[in-house]
């Protein structure tokens, strides 16, 4: 086991650099929400109640969604109080401390323990919201920080899935546990942990099928993988990371609440950010279900798995300068 400190955490380098790349993946979001602030948040107008209901179905439109929308502008309506503002270019900053607000508690970066058994993280999601890629990027992350990595291929459903696994496999020289198609993912995910106690691996991540969460069958089997993982290491799966593509919008949350009936999970990956203009949808997600918003996807690139930092992605939404933040 690599042991250079207590815990392990994910973080950035070169944050200017990468400060720039969630700036340019907000963009489609950025023009849907900000983009029309510049007219309704113009120098020399008043804050009347036409604003704020424009204001409101800008929200709405970015798809932050009715119920946490109606939060901010009742949070808005007491900083416009208690600042007694009265220009509605003042709002801008009113409107990032509120966003803040509600995004701060999210920011909980994914914190690898060391112990004496490994740690292991199960990913969960539909087809299609970058599953296996964003492992990969993840393996790629905690094996620049020292750390010893097996992946388990337990979606074995679909060849392809397995192929993708070892290909990310070989890419960062981590072990892959995987069996033919078809075969027990239960028994791939119990060979896995056998095999990942006996090598003292530090991490073990578990691959899952891309599965409907309105799926009976399909979510028994996951719910028996998790059983399986407790089993075997006490207390495992140690995360169960929910993996969301941005560019569904409201439907993430419904996606959520359909995995949380059959596995608890405790950390979300929301991939896409760059091709879509939903990526509101992450005040909303924040807001309504507090749990911790692991990572987002701003890119196809190895490195544009970053976690999430709340004050950046605020004032990338905004085209702000963090050089020249307070």
């Known amino acids: 086991m690599s042991c250079p400190n207590s815990e392990d955490r994910i973080?950035?380098?070169n944050k200017p650099k990468l400060f720039s790349r969630l700036r340019a993946s907000l963009s489609r979001t950025r023009q849907s929400l900000t983009g029309g602030l510049s007219s309704l948040f113009g120098?020399?107008?008043k804050i009347d109640q036409q604003t704020l209901?424009?204001?409101e179905e800008l929200l709405i439109l970015a798809d932050v969604g009715v119920e946490t929308s109606m939060k901010i502008m009742d949070a808005l309506d007491a900083i416009i109080k208690r600042d007694r503002i009265k220009e509605s270019e003042l709002l801008y900053p009113a409107l990032e401390e509120v966003l803040l607000g509600l995004l701060q508690d999210s920011e909980v970066p994914l914190i690898i323990p060391n112990s004496a058994e490994p740690f292991v993280i199960m990913v969960v999601g539909v087809n299609g919201a970058g599953k296996t890629t964003s492992i990969g990027k993840i393996t790629s992350q905690l094996v620049q920080q020292g750390k010893t990595v097996l992946l388990a291929a337990g979606d074995t459903f679909r060849a392809a899935a397995s192929e993708q696994l070892k290909i990310w496999g070989d890419r960062n020289q981590v072990q892959v546990i995987a069996q033919q198609p078809g075969a027990d993912a239960a028994a791939v995910v119990h060979d896995a942990l056998d095999s990942a106690v006996s090598r003292q691996s530090d991490v073990v991540i578990i691959d899952t099928a891309g599965r409907q969460h309105t799926s009976g069958d399909l979510m028994q089997e996951l719910e028996k993988i998790y059983r399986i993982a407790g089993r075997k290491l006490p207390g495992a799966p140690h995360e169960v990371l929910l993996v969301l593509d941005a560019g569904i919008g409201q439907n993430a949350i419904q996606q959520l609440e359909?995995?949380?009936?059959?596995?608890?999970v405790s950390g979300l990956c929301l991939t896409k950010l760059d091709g879509t203009a939903k990526g509101g949808v992450i005040i909303s997600i924040a807001d309504r279900t507090k749990l911790p918003i692991r990572f987002i996807g701003i890119g196809e690139g190895i490195d544009d798995l970053r976690p999430f930092i709340a004050k950046?992605?605020?004032?990338?939404?905004?085209?702000?300068?963090?050089?020249?933040?307070d």
Do not use: C, M, W, Y
Not at 258 to 264: A, E, I, L, P, Q
């Open 258 to 264: 359909g995995f949380n009936k059959t596995v608890n």
């Open 43 to 45: 120098a020399g107008k």
């Open 11 to 13: 973080i950035d380098n």
């Open 53 to 55: 209901d424009e204001l």
């Open 312 to 325: 950046d992605f605020v004032q990338a939404l905004f085209n702000r300068d963090p050089s020249h933040a």
